[in-house]
């Protein structure tokens, strides 16, 4: 049988002329559409590098601001913003990871438990200065925390909590119900199987979780704006009911409070700002994807 | 000696599915006693009542006494944990847990709270050559448990529901998922088991009841056909039902 036999044969069998240019439409546009999702972020990135990149130096990154904030580096900013995020990682992820824990292994699904999702899911939803606002008052004032490194991290805990919740609970319940069911029958309690079979399973998921939940922690400008972001301090905190200058305030601040701001600085903090959030998302990327390898199940 | 005797035992699920009805049945110790009839005769659902890891499901009605050395195990006042040390269970798919073959196997002690390393060292190697993986597995324990094969892992849960040393040991279509050869080795473990252990079988064909059984019975649909030793069933059935499923009629 000749080739063009072959492909005569094959177009019999094939869609009609129609259907094929119909075909070749939708999966054009569904290709453009893809492509357009990828231009904004592609462009927020490549400007910023370009823009932001040449005001990178070490005293830049180590320095204090000086002259107003119009000079010198941003060293007090960074470490706020890790202070910031340490402090939402250490309410947030043991409470987040607990109640992900009872929801998915112990809850039952009664009226309670319905509650306490849609409570979740409304979390989720409340804009971030509504956070801020809240914070302030129950934390700031009420708790007398004072605009401190505490009541930020408390308030970004909050915001932070329904992230990490429904990202464990979905690692969880995806690991398979039979080892729950293997471990049962060799006489384990309930929190034995939990412990030794089911979290070290989830931990990628839940890792994944944790890490996107406090990358959006550490870019938030407005939760952290009445309850714990200072204008300008001379000296890092000393404690966590000390004030601290962050990223994400500052940018804010430099962009709009501060005349004669020289652009490249302002470049530069966000590039460091992206550089940090964009780090934590990379790390979260890889622990998935080496988990998915090692998965045999 | 009975092991275990089960006394008008019924038992309905949540979504009203299997279920089964008015079970009377007495289990030989030292024995392999067979379970067998076509799917949805509530057969798994009686292994699992024996050990209780129906607690897990949604149970809408149970009744009648189960009675294991003359204890309910029905009573809520059961200590299950308990239980399933006595009477481990092997389930139709092999199920290893995501750990090391050598922490498979330790997994019941160490949750029972063993630690001592050499006890658990030479508990494991026990569980090991009992269900004959010894030799197959000594060199390479710390390799993970799903990088056996099929009829190995299958061996593999076994040793690891005896490395608890339990007095009944349930099995759930063990075989359902492998091959003939290691069927055969399954099987042919079962004869040198039963000397120490009570053994229920719910096997995957007419055949293999015929080939592992020393008392069979017969489940149709969540009844209790007929019960006895191998040769009254499966030679001289007295129920035309018992008679027609093994003959191939229906199934």
């Known amino acids: 049988m000749s080739e063009a036999q072959a492909v005569q044969r094959t177009k019999r069998f094939t869609s009609s002329g129609n259907n094929r240019r119909a075909e070749k439409t939708g999966f054009a546009f569904l290709t453009a559409v893809s492509i357009l999702t990828v231009i904004p972020i592609v462009l927020i990135v490549v400007y910023i590098i370009i823009q932001g990149l040449p005001a990178i130096s070490w005293t830049f990154l180590t320095q204090f601001p000086t002259q107003g904030m119009r000079a010198g580096g941003i060293w007090p900013t960074i470490v706020g913003t890790i202070y910031l995020t340490l402090g939402t990682a250490i309410f947030s992820v043991p409470l987040g990871i607990a109640a992900a824990v009872y929801l998915a292994e ?118 952290i704006l009445f309850t714990g972001a200072a204008f300008f301090l001379p000296q890092l905190p000393h404690s966590p009911f000390d004030a601290t200058m962050a990223l994400p305030y500052h940018i804010f601040v430099i962009a709009t409070q501060v005349p004669g701001m020289p652009i490249s600085i302002q470049y530069g903090t966000v590039f460091v700002l992206l550089v940090f959030v ?12 080496r988990a998915r390898a090692r998965r045999q199940w | 000696m009975l092991k275990i005797e089960i006394e008008n035992f019924s038992l309905r699920y949540g979504d009203g599915t299997e279920s089964l009805r008015n079970i009377n049945m007495g289990i030989e110790a030292n ?44 009573d809520p006042a059961t200590n299950v944990i308990e239980l399933r040390r006595k009477i481990g269970i092997v389930f139709a798919r092999p199920t290893p847990l995501p750990l090391t073959i050598y922490q498979n196997v330790s997994y019941g002690l160490e949750l029972a709270g063993e630690r001592s390393r050499a006890r658990l060292d030479s508990a494991v190697e026990h569980a090991l050559r009992q269900a004959e993986l010894w030799e197959e597995v000594n060199d390479r324990l710390s390799d993970p448990a799903n990088s056996l094969s099929g009829g190995q892992q299958q061996r593999l849960c076994l040793a690891r529901s005896l490395a608890l040393q339990p007095e009944v040991i349930l099995l759930d279509e063990p075989t359902s998922a492998l091959d003939p050869i290691a069927t055969a080795k399954i099987e042919t473990s079962l004869q040198e088991l039963k000397k120490t252990y009570t053994i229920l079988l719910a ?18 649909v969540g009844e209790l056909v007929e019960y006895g030793t191998r040769e009254q069933l499966f030679t001289y059935p007295k129920d035309k039902r018992t008679q027609d499923y093994i003959e191939g009629r229906f199934g």
Do not use: C
């Open chain 2, 203 to 220: 096997p995957h064909n007419t055949q293999q009841a015929a080939r592992t059984a020393d008392y069979a019975a017969f489940f149709l």
């Open chain 1, 106 to 223: 112990y809850a039952t699904d009664n009226r309670w438990t319905r509650l306490i999702r849609i409570a979740i899911i409304n979390l989720a939803g409340v804009p971030s200065v509504v956070y801020g606002l809240f914070g302030f008052g129950l934390f700031v004032i009420f708790l007398q925390f004072g605009t401190s490194i505490l009541a930020a991290s408390l308030t970004l805990s909050i915001m932070t909590l329904p992230v990490i919740i429904s990202t464990t609970e979905e690692a969880l319940r995806a690991v398979p119900q039979s080892f729950r069911v293997v471990s049962l029958s060799l006489g384990g309690t309930r929190w034995q199987t939990i412990r030794r079979v089911v979290l070290p399973e989830a931990v990628p998921g839940v890792l994944t979780g944790v890490i996107l939940g406090l990358e959006r922690a550490a870019g938030e400008t407005a939760p």
């Open chain 2, 31 to 74: 024995a392999v006693t067979v379970l067998f009839g076509p799917a949805g005769g509530g057969k798994s659902t009686l292994l699992r009542a024996l050990n209780r890891l129906n607690d897990l499901t949604e149970v809408s009605s149970i009744s009648g006494k189960i009675l294991f050395d003359g204890q309910n195990v029905l």
């Open chain 1, 278 to 289: 964009l780090g934590m998302n990379a790390i979260a990327t890889v622990i998935r994807s």
